[in-house]
């Protein structure tokens, strides 16, 4: 695995950056569908550093709100889109998460 590739939960339900997990895209989304939802979400990426650089409050909130839709869609903020009744555990530190022993298995020097 690089560097640049986030390691992932042994489910699939979450990557792992500087300790903290986040959800991973929806695996059931059709391609063409997820493709759409990243481009869209790579726009309204562009859309707040655009604003920020031109100090524009207004669009600024109307591009992270085209984040939020996107990260939605891909099922990456909302309900979870797995359908086993296991919690979200997005945003936590991993050590604090039924992740930890996985995690600190691999990371043990």
Known sequence: MSSSTPLTTPDGRYIVVRSRLWRCTNPELPEAERQHWVQRLM??????AQAKHSQDPQGEREAR???DEAKRALGERGPVWWQDGAPDYTQYKVENTPYADWHAALTRT
């Open 43 to 48: 726009q309204a990426r562009r859309g707040v």
């Open 65 to 67: 709100d085209q984040i």
